[in-house]
């Protein structure tokens, strides 16, 4: 599925929200768009821009085709073995110039925000052979330099060190626009090098991809930049992260374009920060991570990052529990899984995930604070987490699960016929 056949599904649905009139991209469209689902503008400086297509679990289980309650045992099913086969052209190359931001609607979203941002481009670096893809918050310098955040460690940036160590700049494409399957795999921590099998194998269908002049490969998109990841560096941020918080202002590197290529009309793809669109991409990939971790120490059921949590802090494991210390290896699983997940919540199959009422019934009376809480303080959590210092935190694992030898303690009485 194409990124317009997305868009068309979306619509036929009834669910696209189209607006005609002229916005403005500094802040109005975020105005417009917040808390409301799949959105097209027909004029943002004169160009299309949609948002929020995967803002919810229900839109991106429409992308998969499946049921939303099947999403996390479906995704945990699905291997990173899928055909990718390069083409000699694509779509996005009808329109081929010079780079010019200033002639995409690249959306400022918040007052005090660094510039404009790009923010659902999937990034495609090639070093020695080697090809990774992912998705990177860009912020524009000029009309074709942007300072992109690149995380310590992450394949990127491994890609990126190397290249300066031999004194070289990095190729990369820039892709916006994308399949949205495509997204979310860019979006998934996978093995290295697995980023577009994982997308085909998401999709069920070879993922094609572009050579560039730059030796960057690109997919289907509606836009594609071509360029460089230089040495230079300049002040990235502030930037609304998925905590709906400031992200510190750091000194990143500097993307210097080379080429912009797009399709006759683009539709431009913004992502709104913190917005549910992020979460979905920057937390639910998690899910199925945690469910296979955890059902090698536990009969799992279901997980889910919880939107209280930005759907990244705090993760609900349901499990079918078969001994007292399935909750806790559930604990420890789910913690190595997600590197920075802060707070998880272990619960019986007969409780909803879904239903924070449910959660607060099992935490109410299946918790004991003196017995079923594990705490590990000044551990690595997240950036992200404002009461983070450097990334350090403390993280709580609950056990909010009955006792096998008293359940009937626990057991909930309903009416005749509701049970």
Avoid at 39 to 46: C, D, E, T, Y
Avoid at 67 to 74: D, E, G, M, N, T
Avoid at 147 to 176: D, M, N
Wanted: aromatic letters at 6%.
């Amino acid at each position: 599925m194409s990124f317009r056949d997305f868009l068309e599904d979306l619509d036929g649905a009834g669910l696209l929200k189209k607006v005609d009139e002229p916005v403005s991209p500094i802040e109005e469209v975020t105005a417009r768009s917040w808390g409301v689902g799949p959105i097209l503008f027909s004029n943002v400086s004169g160009k299309k821009c949609c948002l929020n297509i995967l803002g919810s679990r229900h839109l991106l289980a429409r992308a998969l085709g499946i049921q939303p309650s099947a999403l996390v045992r479906h995704l945990a099913g699905v291997d990173y073995e899928g055909p990718v086969r390069e083409v000699d052209s694509s779509p996005f190359m009808e329109c081929v110039s010079r780079p010019d931001l200033s002639r995409l609607p690249v959306l400022t979203y918040f007052a005090g925000d660094g510039g404009p941002y790009i923010t659902s481009a999937v990034v495609t670096s090639v070093f020695d052979g080697k090809v990774n893809a992912c998705v990177h918050r860009l912020m524009v310098l000029g009309r074709d330099r942007l300072a992109a955040r690149l995380v310590p460690g992450r394949h990127t940036h491994q890609f990126y060190q190397a290249a300066l160590a031999r004194g070289e700049e990095l190729p990369v494409s820039i892709s916006i626009g994308v399949d949205p399957l495509l997204l979310m795999a860019a979006s998934t921590r996978v093995p290295p090098e697995k980023e577009f099998s994982y997308a085909a194998a998401l999709q069920g269908g070879p993922v094609e991809l572009v050579r560039l002049e730059n030796g960057a490969l690109a997919p289907q998109a509606e836009i594609v930049l071509e360029g460089y990841i230089t040495a230079e560096r300049a002040a990235e941020g502030p930037f609304v992260d998925i905590t709906g918080t400031r992200d510190l202002v750091r000194q990143e590197p500097v993307i210097r374009l080379t080429k912009m290529m797009t399709r006759e009309d683009p539709v431009y793809h913004g992502l709104l920060p913190a917005g549910g669109e992020h979460k979905m991409l920057m937390g639910v990939p998690y899910e199925p991570l945690i469910y296979r971790a955890v059902s090698k120490v536990a009969k799992v059921k279901d997980v889910v990052l919880t939107e209280g949590g930005c759907c990244y802090f705090h993760a609900v494991v349901q499990i079918e529990k078969e001994s007292e210390e399935d909750p806790l290896r559930a604990i420890d699983a789910a913690f190595q899984a997600h590197g920075s997940l802060k707070h998880v919540v272990v619960v019986d199959s007969d409780i909803n995930i879904y239903d924070p009422h449910d959660l607060e019934f099992a935490l109410a009376t299946r918790m004991r604070g003196d017995e079923d809480l594990i705490v590990r303080p000044n551990v690595r959590g997240s950036t992200l987490d404002p009461r983070s210092v450097e990334g350090m935190t403390t993280k709580v694992g609950v056990n909010a699960t009955a006792r096998l030898d008293k359940l009937w303690k626990f057991s909930r009485v309903t009416p005749p016929g509701l049970g």
